[in-house]
């Protein structure tokens, strides 16, 4: 298929940005959330009177809210692929033809088959954006198709396995930022602006002028998965030398 001018570049009801964005808030969230409880735990041994009900009290809303933001970070990252690759589809071929091909692809396959078809390049599977995004969308369709069990008394390797499932959440919190950074810098770096321009919210540097669309707590994060990026291409960065997304 030849590749398409834009369909239309003005769009209205776009939300992508806005998905990024609760998703941004509440990883700042989840993170002050958990150095919160992390602080408090070590606050809650019982003394000769028991247990601190305040304390107790606090620990639990504290509680609620990582896992509500920890749910919101990964939902929300993964709504902003799907707006994202969507009205990048749309501006290419049209709704239409968008609801008639692409709409019953899953989430990897938009984003592996439809960069190819508007510019010509693809992500590259085996790197570590790529990796991230198979990641997050596991953890998304994890939350959405989550079963609760039934508990068994004494049983160690229940708990064990809760544990171990909370500790993997926290990771999947983590892996879904790094997936909407490392795109986005992916997305760049494929990019051949003004013709082809990047779908989704920017960390890199754009024609000499930085964009500082995340909240400054993401600084650290953003120059890791940057790190990574570089590691990524290595000399690889000669196929697409139009733009630099490090910045």
Not at 190 to 216: A, C, M, T, W
Request: proline share 5%; with cysteine.
């Amino acid at each position: 298929m030849d590749n398409k001018e834009f369909h239309s570049i003005a769009r209205i009801d776009v939300r992508h940005q806005l998905f990024a964005n609760i998703a941004m808030r509440n990883y700042v969230l989840f993170k002050q959330s958990s150095k919160s409880l992390e602080d408090l735990g070590e606050r809650r041994e019982p003394d000769e009177q028991g247990y601190d009900l305040n304390v107790e009290r606090k620990f639990h809303d504290l509680g609620e809210q990582e896992i509500e933001s920890a749910f919101s970070v990964i939902l929300y990252s993964a709504m902003c692929f799907e707006s994202a690759i969507y009205d990048h589809a749309a501006q290419y071929f049209g709704d239409s033809y968008v609801a008639d091909h692409f709409d019953k692809l899953d989430l990897l396959s938009k984003w592996l088959v439809i960069p190819q078809l508007t510019w010509k390049r693809e992500l590259r599977k085996g790197h570590a954006p790529y990796q991230h995004l198979a990641t997050l969308v596991r953890a998304r369709n994890r939350l959405v198709h989550h079963k609760s069990e039934n508990i068994k008394m004494d049983d160690n390797l229940q708990m064990e396995r809760l544990r171990r499932r909370s500790e993997e959440f926290k990771q999947d919190v983590e892996n879904a930022m790094k997936a909407l950074i490392l795109i986005s810098l992916e997305m760049d770096w494929l990019s051949d602006p003004p013709r082809s321009i990047n779908p989704l919210p920017r960390f890199g540097v754009f024609v000499g002028y930085p964009e500082k669309r995340y909240p400054s707590e993401m600084a650290p994060l953003v120059s890791e998965c940057k790190r990574i990026f570089a590691r990524s291409i290595g000399k690889g960065s000669e196929e697409h030398p139009v733009i630099n997304p490090l910045g």
